[in-house]
């Protein structure tokens, strides 16, 4: 593995590693995402505690965290399996933050903004995907489940080299999701509709 690659997989890691659901909820004055709502600081829960202005900042910046990594190394000629590294450090770093006490979320946003330099069609299908399932179910962990389970066909499709890839970020969200799955399973995994309502109250 040459020097460049390396370089940018620990770029990726650190970038991961800036919590936007906390420090935008510091920002705003809420409470820690990690302690409250369902204790997960992604922007989902960033929604439940303070609504949509400090949400859509930080699914912005979780997005961009895998974008900018990937990105770079893309413009930067690095091949699609060290990408692949670079996209899983990035979401390693959200998973396992350095600057947070290693108490991260679960990388939806960062693994969907990483797959987005692979290809505009591709960035668009992984939106739809989500928008779609999410409107059906209104349980964010199922939307995000069907479409990083989608994105390795998507790929094959629009971009069959970064397959792998691909494939290798699906299950690294999956692994991660795999309580959520027990709750889906079990029917027991709180809609949004829900939790909205529940913050309301």
Request: glycine residues 8%.
């Given at each position: 593995?040459?020097?460049?690659?390396?370089?940018?997989?620990?770029?990726?890691?650190?970038?991961?590693?800036?919590?936007?659901?906390?420090?935008?909820?510091?920002?705003?004055?809420?409470?820690?995402?990690?302690?409250?709502?369902?204790?997960?600081?992604?922007?989902?829960?960033?929604?439940?505690?303070?609504?949509?202005?400090?949400?859509?900042?930080?699914?912005?910046?979780?997005?961009?965290?895998?974008?900018?990594?990937?990105?770079?190394?893309?413009?930067?000629?690095?091949?699609?399996?060290?990408?692949?590294?670079?996209?899983?450090?990035?979401?390693?770093?959200?998973?396992?933050?350095?600057?947070?006490?290693?108490?991260?979320?679960?990388?939806?946003?960062?693994?969907?903004?990483?797959?987005?330099?692979?290809?505009?069609?591709?960035?668009?299908?992984?939106?739809?995907?989500?928008?779609?399932?999410?409107?059906?179910?209104?349980?964010?962990?199922?939307?995000?489940?069907?479409?990083?389970?989608?994105?390795?066909?998507?790929?094959?499709?629009?971009?069959?080299?970064?397959t792998i890839p691909?494939?290798?970020?699906?299950?690294?969200?999956?692994?991660?999701?795999?309580?959520?799955?027990?709750?889906?399973?079990?029917?027991?995994?709180?809609?949004?509709?829900?939790s909205t309502?529940?913050?309301?109250?």
């Amino acid at each position: 593995m040459s020097a460049l690659a390396i370089l940018m997989i620990v770029f990726a890691y650190l970038l991961g590693s800036i919590s936007s659901a906390v420090i935008m909820c510091k920002i705003f004055g809420l409470d820690d995402p990690r302690l409250r709502g369902s204790g997960n600081p992604g922007a989902t829960n960033v929604y439940r505690l303070g609504g949509p202005i400090p949400a859509g900042m930080t699914l912005l910046f979780d997005v961009l965290k895998g974008m900018i990594p990937v990105w770079s190394g893309y413009l930067l000629g690095l091949p699609p399996i060290i990408l692949g590294l670079v996209a899983i450090a990035a979401c390693l770093g959200h998973i396992y933050p350095l600057f947070f006490k290693f108490q991260g979320g679960k990388a939806v946003a960062t693994a969907l903004g990483a797959m987005f330099p692979v290809a505009t069609e591709m960035a668009l299908l992984l939106i739809v995907t989500w928008g779609l399932v999410f409107w059906m179910s209104r349980v964010s962990s199922l939307a995000a489940l069907v479409t990083v389970a989608l994105s390795p066909l998507y790929a094959w499709l629009i971009k069959p080299q970064y397959t792998i890839p691909a494939i290798m970020l699906a299950a690294l969200i999956i692994w991660r999701h795999r309580t959520n799955i027990k709750r889906l399973w079990l029917g027991t995994e709180v809609s949004f509709r829900t939790s909205t309502k529940n913050r309301k109250k």
